[in-house]
């Protein structure tokens, strides 16, 4: 039997805390989701200033980049270069950039989506706080 590591809360928090010290840094009012490896929710926090929708958008960006196990511009990449029938898929709703897979010696332990401010700024909080824990 495999063994494989999963998120702890302690990571969690410490993740969640990486990620809105960049996002403050930068004053960019975003919320901030990060879920396990089957897309379950771990965290949400909406920092002040932040649109309602990013709630919605930002646990579906870290769902979507939890199960494909890649980031989510990867699919928004696909959608882009004209393969629409991808906006099909099942369960996969959270196709623009800004959601994150956190890998640990090629295991997917979850992911972090932000939304609220340029994709490539959601990215940039994302990795931010998966750095917090060495990853």
Not at 10 to 31: G, H, M, R, S
Not at 39 to 50: F, I, K, P, T, V
Not at 97 to 109: A, F, H, N, R, T
Request: net charge negative; hydrophobic share 45%.
């Amino acid at each position: 039997m495999k063994t494989k590591p999963e998120l702890e809360l302690a990571d969690v928090k410490t993740i969640a805390a990486a990620a809105e010290a960049e996002a403050l840094k930068n004053q960019w009012p975003v919320t901030i989701a990060i879920v396990d490896d089957g897309g379950h929710l771990l965290w949400l926090q909406r920092l002040d200033g932040a649109a309602a929708v990013s709630s919605h958008i930002a646990p579906s960006k870290a769902r979507t980049a939890a199960l494909g196990r890649r980031e989510s511009k990867v699919y928004e990449d696909v959608i882009n270069g004209g393969r629409t029938s991808f906006l099909s898929a099942p369960t996969i709703d959270g196709l623009l950039e800004g959601g994150v897979p956190i890998m640990k010696d090629g295991q997917c332990l979850g992911a972090v989506g932000v939304s609220g401010v340029k994709s490539t700024e959601d990215a940039q909080i994302a990795r931010a706080g998966i750095a917090a824990i060495g990853l």
